[in-house]
Nanobody, 122 residues
């Protein structure tokens, strides 16, 4: 059974930093592209970042480029999202997802975590 378990969310002040983790089990992690998405109340889920299998290539949404960094540790089956210079607009539930197909588009991701809440106070 595939499981993606996010952790590291919480409350942070604007301008602060936070690191999210996503531990994967039950899948061929090294063969999966891993992504982070987020969904704010009343809004559609949006792509945040993606890291390819080897970890050498990454993609980011324009809104987080230069502030967020996605990374992965294939030995630990874990993907991370380091978030710096956080803004109130970053407040959302953050989801990690695994893809064996495509990138960016949420329908291309095969497995999803339950999400972790990130709240950025102004």
């Amino acid at each position: 059974q595939v499981q993606l378990v996010e952790s590291g969310g919480g409350l942070v002040q604007a301008g602060g930093s936070m690191r999210l983790s996503c531990a994967a089990s039950g899948l061929a992690f090294r063969a999966a592209g891993m992504g982070w998405f987020r969904q704010a109340p009343g809004k559609e889920r949006q792509f945040v970042a993606h890291i390819f299998q080897s970890g050498g290539n990454t993609l980011y949404a324009e809104s987080v480029k230069g502030r967020f960094t996605i990374s992965r540790d294939n030995a630990r089956n874990t993907v991370y999202l380091q978030m710096n210079s956080l803004k109130p607009d970053d407040t959302a539930t953050y989801y990690c997802a695994a893809s064996f197909r495509g990138v960016r588009v949420d329908s291309q991701y095969d497995y999803w975590g339950q999400g972790t809440q990130v709240t950025v106070a102004s």
